[in-house]
């Protein structure tokens, strides 16, 4: 299920139903633009300037979440609740809608409105970094 990154409301069962993502007080960026507003996850979690297209990972072990930075631009950050970590892929982005968090792999678009591209991240990846 894709959620849109203009939705002002988003509230995600993990797959597990064990944990709940939810973004209630989201507003747009700018006029007419995506929105952002602070997750807040049923484990006490929050994580302030969020868009609203997140994505649990099939086994509701990590959560795909685009966060905005000081410029209105995005970063992808992968969210691991119960361990209370975060960790961001690296680039920026206009606006990231993403559409599933299977097999280890975040499948997205940035800038879905205007001129798209197809992208895909690794968690595999993300974890080499570190």
Known sequence: MTISPW???VRLLSPDESLVAEISD??????GGPMWGTLHISNDFIV??????IAWSEDSRYLAVPQW???RKQQLVVIEPLAR??????GI???????QFENGIISATDSPAHMPDALEFH??????QN
Do not use: G
Not at 26 to 31: G, L, N, R, V
Not at 93 to 99: A, D, G, P, T
């Open 7 to 9: 939705s002002e409301y």
């Open 26 to 31: 989201a507003s747009e960026i700018s006029m």
């Open 48 to 53: 302030e300037r969020c868009n609203s297209s």
């Open 69 to 71: 930075d000081p410029n």
């Open 85 to 90: 970590k975060r960790q961001y892929f690296p």
């Open 93 to 99: 982005y206009r606006v990231l809608e993403i559409h």
């Open 123 to 128: 968690l595999s990846d993300l974890n080499s």
